[in-house]
C-alpha cells in the first residue's frame, strides 16, 4: 500500500456532509457549518446533490453555501435520491454536498446548449473538445444533464471523442483523462429538473466540470452483472433488432440457451435478463467489463427478431447476462478489490442507477456503504473471531453523490451511458 499524505494545504482533501432538513436554507447552512469545520479553507469545488424536494429552491441554497464557503466552483443537481457517506437518502428532503480542495488543479466550467444534428461526428467532436477543455493535462471530465432536453445517443460518443489521443507503440489509440457523471432524476418530465454551475441556474441542457494537473482520478463502472451461456456471434440485424445469432433465428438462440440454464437461474429471467455487447472485438476471449450492458426488450415469434436498447449488426459479439442483487454486490466488491491495492482516496463521487436502492437491494445504502468503507483497515484476527460486525461511523472515505436517470462512465477506455450500473470516481492524491 502505498503511503497516505498528511493533511496539508498542499494536499486534496475533501469533506462530505449531508442534511435532511426541510427548509432548504437551514440544510445548506447545517452543511456548510460541517463542512466549513473539517476543510479548513475555502473549497475549490463544491458538487451539490438535492432532492427534488428542494429544486425551485437551488438558488437560495447556492447563495447560502457560497457565501459561508467563499466556494471558486459549483456544480449541482436535483435527484430522486442522494448519498452522503454511507447514508442514502430516497425518502424525504436531502442535501448532500462534497467540499473540494483541489490545489493547483485547473478547472473548467462549461455548458453544453446544443448540438446540429447537420454535423457529423468528427465536427462535433471538435466543438466540444473546446467547451470542455479538454488536453493532454485532463483527467476528468464530471457530465451532468437533463434526460428531457439533451440528445444523450449523439452526446455521449461525440463526447468520447472529444478527448485528446494518443498512440501507444502497439498501435491502439487510446484518450486521455476520462467522463464520467449521470442524469438529472429528480423530475420525470421537461423543466422538472434542475442544473446548477458556478452562479447559473437552468431547467434543461448539460453542464459539468474538466479537472486538469496534479490529480489522480480512478473510475469504477459496476454493471452488476453475470453472463450465461456463451458468446454468440450476431449473423443478420437491422437497427436495435437482432434477426440471427450464429444462423439461427435470434428468439430461437435465446430460447435455447434459456432451456440450458439451471433452476435458480431460470428464477431471475423475469426481470433479470439483460444482452452484453463485446466492446473490443481483437481480444481473444471475454470476461468482467469487456461487454456493454445493454436491456432486451422483448422478441417477436412470427419475425424471430430481439429487440435490444442498443444499436447492432451483424460480426458482432453478444452474450446473455443476468442482473440480479447478489451478482450486483459481487461485482461491486470485485471491483473495488482492485482499488485496494493503491493508495486510499481523498473521496469518491458515486452516481447509481436510481433502481439500486432499497427496493433493489433489499436493505438501504448499499452501494453508499461499499464506497465509504472499502478502504477501512480490516480487523485483525481476534476480532474477525468475535460474532457480530462493527463498523466506525467516523471511518470511511468522504463520499457524495446521487441516484441518476441513466450513469455515464468508461467501459475498456470508451464512455457510455449505462442503467443499473454504479459508476464511481476515486479522487487520489497524484503518485
Known amino acids: 500500500m502505498a503511503q497516505e499524505p498528511s493533511d496539508d494545504l498542499d494536499m486534496i482533501k475533501m469533506v462530505a456532509a449531508l442534511s435532511t432538513r426541510q427548509d432548504p436554507i437551514d440544510a445548506a447552512l447545517q452543511v456548510a457549518d460541517r463542512i466549513k469545520s473539517q476543510l479548513g479553507s475555502a473549497p475549490d469545488l463544491l458538487m451539490v446533490f438535492a432532492t427534488l424536494h428542494h429544486a425551485r429552491r437551488m438558488g437560495m441554497i447556492a447563495d447560502t453555501l457560497r457565501d459561508r464557503l467563499s466556494s471558486s466552483h459549483m456544480l449541482g443537481i436535483t435527484a430522486s435520491g442522494v448519498m452522503s457517506g454511507p447514508t442514502e437518502v430516497e425518502q424525504g428532503p436531502g ?93 420525470n418530465r421537461a423543466n422538472t429538473n434542475t442544473l446548477l454551475l458556478d452562479g447559473e441556474i437552468r431547467n434543461s441542457g448539460a453542464m459539468g466540470v474538466t479537472l486538469s494537473g496534479p490529480i489522480q482520478i480512478d473510475t469504477i463502472v459496476s454493471q452488476g452483472c453475470r453472463p450465461i451461456g456463451h458468446p454468440m456471434i450476431i449473423t443478420k440485424a437491422r437497427g436495435n433488432l437482432l434477426l440471427e445469432l450464429g444462423g439461427v433465428r ?20 423475469g426481470d433479470g435478463l439483460v444482452m452484453g455487447r463485446v466492446i473490443n472485438e481483437n481480444k481473444s476471449h471475454f470476461g468482467r467489463g469487456d461487454f456493454l450492458i445493454r436491456n432486451i426488450m422483448g422478441g417477436d415469434e412470427t419475425s424471430g427478431a430481439v429487440a435490444v436498447a442498443d444499436l447492432v449488426h451483424a460480426g458482432q459479439t453478444i452474450q446473455l447476462h443476468l442482473h440480479d442483487d447478489q451478482t450486483a454486490r ?37 452501494d453508499a456503504a461499499a464506497i465509504t468503507h472499502a478502504f477501512d483497515q480490516k480487523p485483525d484476527g481476534a476480532n474477525l473471531a468475535k460474532s457480530g460486525t462493527e463498523v466506525d461511523p467516523q471511518a470511511g472515505i468522504p463520499a457524495a453523490g446521487f441516484f441518476a436517470a441513466g450513469e455515464i462512465g468508461p467501459v475498456d477506455g470508451q464512455v457510455f451511458q449505462h442503467g443499473h450500473a454504479a459508476v464511481v470516481a476515486l479522487f487520489r492524491q497524484p503518485e
Request: aromatic share 6%; glycine share 8%.
Open 250 to 269: 435470434a428468439v430461437d438462440a435465446i430460447r435455447e440457451l434459456v432451456s440450458e440454464l439451471d433452476a435458480n437461474d431460470k428464477q431471475l429471467l
Open 95 to 187: 442535501l448532500s454536498v462534497m467540499a473540494c480542495r483541489f490545489p493547483g488543479v485547473g478547472i473548467n466550467p462549461f455548458w453544453i446548449d446544443h448540438l446540429s444534428p447537420r454535423d457529423s461526428m468528427e465536427t462535433r467532436a471538435a466543438a466540444l473538445s473546446d467547451r470542455i477543455g479538454a488536453s493532454e493535462d485532463m483527467k476528468v471530465t464530471l457530465f451532468f444533464a437533463d434526460p428531457y432536453s439533451v440528445p444523450m445517443v449523439n452526446l455521449i460518443p461525440a463526447l468520447s471523442a472529444a478527448r485528446m489521443q494518443v498512440v501507444a507503440e502497439s498501435g491502439r489509440v487510446d484518450h486521455i483523462g476520462t467522463i464520467l457523471g449521470g442524469m438529472a432524476s429528480a423530475g
Open 330 to 366: 459481487e461485482d461491486l466488491s470485485l471491483l473495488l478489490d482492485g482499488q485496494r491495492l493503491y493508495s486510499k482516496p481523498a473521496g469518491a463521487l458515486l452516481i447509481s442507477c436510481a433502481s439500486r436502492g432499497h427496493a433493489f437491494f433489499g436493505d438501504s445504502g448499499h
